[in-house]
């Protein structure tokens, strides 16, 4: 697009300047998602818990509080009313049952079902078991060590160690801190979650490869630029297309969050914030790493070949 000429072809931004200040920013940010993590832990949905989830919507404005009250002589524990939208007709209850199997969960909806009467339009009951919430958690966890592991391998094979090392911490840095928000802020930590996960490590790397081919590609351009210099000029090169790629995915993650409803929340929250964190650590995370290391010193020992000749 002509909009963004401007971005390749003038544009000479310092990123490594904000080397140290992102660096802090980082480390920061790592150390708070630790401390979530133990002080919090997750909003594990149903998927993972156990229990039973019921979205409701009322023909009229709802009270939150009548709506608990009749609830109160329901045999379950822990259950939890949450409204839903702007409207103030949609309401979730949320239980958890993991003392009680399919049948006994199946009695409990009946019966909420029969103490708030027939009025009510039910538009999602799930139904999870102890036993297949707690299947699902390990599920789910060797489904993303897996991908994590494939996708670790995979750049360690594409580059030389320092590039593997460098997009490999920022893999991790963009994973722990998601996950660390989604602590802080109570999302549901659900199989879908996990999916947006998958998706997040997915994009991240795929920003650090193209990063990281044009980095490549100058340091043989270029031999006599200065390695700061080269970092930037390789990062602004691909400035346009970075733009491009992250706004129109962050304006369709953007929609499922605002009009995707609750069931969506917090995957298309993973994906918006995903987008931006993953586009911050290609620059301030990946690309200010490699400048730790002499990287045309390790490209020439890499084509020396067997008889001591530089190809």
């Known amino acids: 697009m002509k909009i963004f000429n401007w971005v390749t072809k003038d544009t000479n931004i310092n990123f490594m300047k904000a080397a140290k200040p992102t660096f802090f920013i980082s480390t920061l940010l790592l150390i708070l998602s630790f401390v979530s993590f133990a002080v919090k832990g997750f909003n594990y949905g149903i998927d993972f818990s156990g229990g039973i989830l019921i979205e409701v919507e009322s023909p009229t404005i709802v009270d939150m509080e009548n709506i608990r009250k009749q609830l109160t ?11 839903l939208g702007d409207s103030g007709k949609e309401f979730m209850i949320r ?21 708030l009467g027939s009025d009510y339009e039910y538009k999602r009951v799930e139904l999870v078991g102890p036993q297949v919430g707690s299947e699902l958690k390990k599920a789910g966890l060797m489904a993303s060590v897996g991908a994590i592991l494939a996708i670790s391998l995979y750049i360690w094979i594409r580059f030389e160690w320092q590039f593997a090392l460098g997009a490999m911490i920022g893999l991790f840095h963009d994973l722990i801190i998601t996950a660390g928000l989604l602590s802080f802020f109570g999302l549901d930590f659900s199989l879908t979650t ?13 920003d650090t490869v193209v990063t990281y081919d044009r980095i490549r590609e100058n340091l043989q351009k270029f031999r006599r630029m200065p390695q700061t210099d080269l970092l930037n000029k390789s990062i602004n090169d691909i400035l346009s297309r970075t733009i491009l790629t992250g706004l129109t995915t962050l304006f369709a993650a953007a929609a499922l969050f605002i009009w995707g409803g609750e069931a969506l929340r917090s995957f298309s929250f ?11 650590s290609s620059v301030y995370v990946c690309g200010t790493f490699l400048n730790l290391f002499d990287l045309r010193a390790a490209q020439d020992e890499k084509n020396i070949n067997p008889f001591g000749n530089v190809e």
């Open 73 to 83: 002589g329901v045999k379950l524990d822990d259950i939890n009313l949450q409204t």
């Open 95 to 115: 239980a958890q049952a993991e003392s009680l199997d399919e049948k006994a969960q199946m009695a409990a909806v009946r019966e909420i079902k029969s103490v």
């Open 194 to 206: 996990v999916a947006a996960l998958l998706t997040l490590a997915g994009y991240s790397v795929n």
């Open 270 to 280: 993973t994906i918006v914030w995903g987008i931006i964190i993953g586009t911050y």
